[in-house]
């Protein structure tokens, strides 16, 4: 079947919340601790085959190495440059350059004529929409006001997250750990995920504090090694944060809890609230989803995605995540950065009326292993 598509994304990297940011010092840090889990064989099938994870991991890796020695005046001449650059050459050829249309804007949606105004000019006609972004946020592109109101009883939490590069070897004293008398409800140990997590040991980089909040006695830059510990910080109208005492206040929670020494030598900070972090599974919920997308349906909007669909028990990366199979055969122009087996299963809704398990069904899917259906082979596909 041909298929005519469009990705519209309004950031200007793609990955959603499944992505990450790095300090100006070069320590990496995600949107909070990411752990791959699978409900699905399909999900399973369609993780590249080994050889080519290997490929797009030296891939990666070179293109990590060739950053550090690049000066900053180096800048990327376009967006593909600069995909290359930060992803590796085979994960830009196989999955980044495929996604076609990102970097623009939806400012303005008229669902009556199924048209979409970007921000910087277009106008995209589609037949049928699939839409990631926040369900109220869609409405209020909308216009409409009663699906505004329908979205009132939807709440959310923010989180913050917050990541501090260390000099020095993690310290073996780093165990398993209960933590109490901190502000944060998760603590990883970031540099422990990847080498390339944080500087290599020759980089210099100076002291910008001790963990005790007093000055170094140098600001000359020294030497590593590094290591880099990363936590979540929850924040709702319940539970209110102050933004200008976080990072101390986190960074006294993690001498509180024994996870750093008084004297640690801190040389790089990070500090980021997603103002969407949890949807809240509050009593409310299913009585206004059970109109907000049966709503949206009618007018062949399709409101999928962590805050699309708003159903937390189904928003981890296996139900929810791009995926270029469902994008190959989906028909017809539309906005789409959709998840895993919920991207799946709405584009077949869409071009066969095929049955949405994970939306319509979280229970089923999350009790079982859903091995009914598979990827045959695992081939990379291009446009
Ligand atoms: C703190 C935290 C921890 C997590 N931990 C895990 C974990 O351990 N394991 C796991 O599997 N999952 C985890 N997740 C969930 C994982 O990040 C999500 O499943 C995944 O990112 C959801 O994908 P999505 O496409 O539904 O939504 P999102 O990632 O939110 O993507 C939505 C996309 O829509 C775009 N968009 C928004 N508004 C507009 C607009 N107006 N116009 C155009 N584009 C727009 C955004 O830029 C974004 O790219 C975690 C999430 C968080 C926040």
Redesign the pocket.
């Known amino acids: 079947m041909s298929a005519s598509w469009l990705i519209?994304?309004?950031?200007e990297t793609?990955?959603?919340?499944?992505s990450n940011d790095t300090t100006p010092e070069g320590f990496l840090f995600d949107?909070?601790?990411?752990?791959?889990?699978s409900h699905y064989k399909y999900f399973d099938g369609s993780v590249l085959p080994k050889e080519e994870q290997v490929r797009c991991l030296n891939d990666l890796i070179d293109a990590a190495l060739e950053a550090r020695a690049r000066p900053a005046s180096d800048k990327p001449r376009n967006f593909d440059e600069w995909n290359t650059r930060n992803v590796g050459n085979r994960l830009n050829e196989i999955f980044m350059r495929q996604l076609g249309h990102l970097d623009r804007?939806?400012s303005r949606h008229d669902a009556d004529a199924k048209k979409v105004h970007l921000k910087d000019g277009t106008v995209v006609k589609y037949g049928s929409l699939i839409s990631?972004?926040a369900v109220e946020?869609l409405a209020q592109?909308m216009g409409d006001v009663k699906l505004q109101q329908m979205c009132q009883p939807l709440f959310y939490s923010s989180?913050n997250v917050i990541g501090i590069g260390i000099r020095g070897e993690r310290p073996e004293r780093i165990g398993d750990k209960c933590w109490d008398n901190c502000p944060f409800y998760r603590a990883t140990i970031f540099s422990n995920y990847s080498l390339y997590n944080q500087p290599q040991q020759e980089v210099k980089l100076p002291t910008k504090q001790l963990a005790n909040g007093q000055k170094p006695t140098s600001t000359e830059p020294q030497p590593g090694p590094y290591w880099s510990l990363m936590f979540?910080v929850s924040e709702s109208s319940h539970k209110p944060v102050n933004h200008e005492t976080l990072l101390a206040d986190s960074i006294q929670g993690l001498i509180n809890t024994d996870l750093l020494n008084p004297e640690d030598e801190i040389v790089s900070t990070y500090v980021r609230c997603?103002d969407h972090?949890?949807p809240t599974p509050s009593l409310e919920r299913n009585g206004a989803l059970q109109e907000i997308i049966p709503y949206l349906h009618d007018k062949d909007i399709l409101s999928r995605?962590?805050?699309?669909s708003w159903k937390y028990e189904v928003?981890?990366?296996?139900h929810?995540?791009v995926i270029r199979q469902s994008l190959f055969r989906f028909p017809l122009a539309n906005?789409l950065?959709?998840?895993f087996m919920s991207g799946v299963e709405t584009v077949d809704n869409v071009v066969s009326g095929g049955i949405e398990l994970t939306l319509n069904y979280p229970d089923l899917v999350n009790s079982r292993a859903n091995a009914e259906r598979r990827l045959k082979g695992t081939t990379v596909v291009s446009k």
């Not at 793609?14 to 499944?18: N, S, T």
């Not at 949107?31 to 889990?37: K, M």
């Not at 995605?305 to 699309?308: E, K, L």
């Not at 928003?315 to 296996?318: A, R």
Request: proline share 2%; aromatic share 14%; net charge neutral.
């Open positions: 519209v994304d309004s950031n793609p990955g959603g919340l499944a949107v909070g601790g990411h752990v791959i889990f804007r939806d990631t972004m946020y592109s989180t979540e997603f972090g949890y995605g962590r805050f699309g928003g981890n990366q296996d929810r995540y906005r950065i959709c998840s």
